[in-house]
């Protein structure tokens, strides 16, 4: 049997340092089109449209089910009530909030550094007392979502969505994301994508203000 043939020395030296190079530029490339790209092309509700209705467990209440995001009666996996009509103590209902005036509403996964969002609209409770700030927490259990209201003494509300129905309805695209809405849920702007700074989301919300002074 021939011996086999053997490589030239210098092909490795030659090429080796480019294939690498190579195998770096594509793996820089994966990483920065991963971060700028929302998944599913997601980015949370177009301007001008409505908030879609549910009505979900308040974390500090007792009650335990789904959320109700029924448009009529009887409209089985989604709900037996329409969403809008389910209003009673323990129930954090989006159509009641944005018939009192218009709505910053944040969706968040517990367990995550995205809830540092609760505490910045927390700290903007008194600065805009014509706001209704609400949050709802997508995918997790009562426990882990009432103990985390506790921990940080919300006082607005927050509901949680254990089976994560809220998620394709409002086009989750990331953790957090802040959905603004005039009265009556008609949304103002593109959501805010990301934890904001304090500054950013104090300049949003004003922004909102703005608009509904406005009438735009």
Not at 52 to 65: I, K, M, N
Not at 67 to 79: F, I, K, Q
Not at 81 to 87: D, G, Q, T
């Amino acid at each position: 049997m021939a011996a086999p043939e053997q490589r030239p020395a210098v092909q490795g030296p030659r090429y080796g340092r480019y294939v690498w190079l190579l195998v770096i530029l594509i793996l820089i490339l994966i990483t920065v089109n991963t971060l700028v790209t929302k998944p599913n092309g997601l980015a949370g509700l177009a301007p001008g449209t409505k908030l879609p209705p549910f009505a979900v467990p308040l974390a500090t209440s007792d009650l335990q089910g789904a959320a109700d995001v029924a448009t009529r009666p009887h409209e089985g996996l989604a709900g037996n009530v329409p969403a809008c009509r389910l209003r009673r103590s323990g129930v954090l209902n989006v159509c009641q909030l944005y018939e009192q005036g218009p709505v910053v509403l944040a969706l968040f996964v517990d367990g995550s550094s995205c809830t540092g969002v609760l505490k910045e609209m927390q700290g903007l409770l008194g600065v805009f007392p014509q706001v209704r700030f609400a949050a709802v927490a997508v995918k997790n259990e009562h426990g882990e979502v009432r103990r985390l209201v506790d921990k940080l003494r919300l006082g607005f509300p927050v509901g949680y969505d254990e089976e994560g129905d809220l998620a394709a309805l409002y086009k989750l695209a990331t953790c957090p994301q802040v959905t603004f809405a005039r009265r009556g849920g008609i949304v103002q702007s593109k959501a805010l994508l990301g934890t904001p700074t304090a500054s950013e989301l104090r300049r949003r919300v004003e922004q909102l203000l703005a608009s509904e002074r406005a009438g735009t």
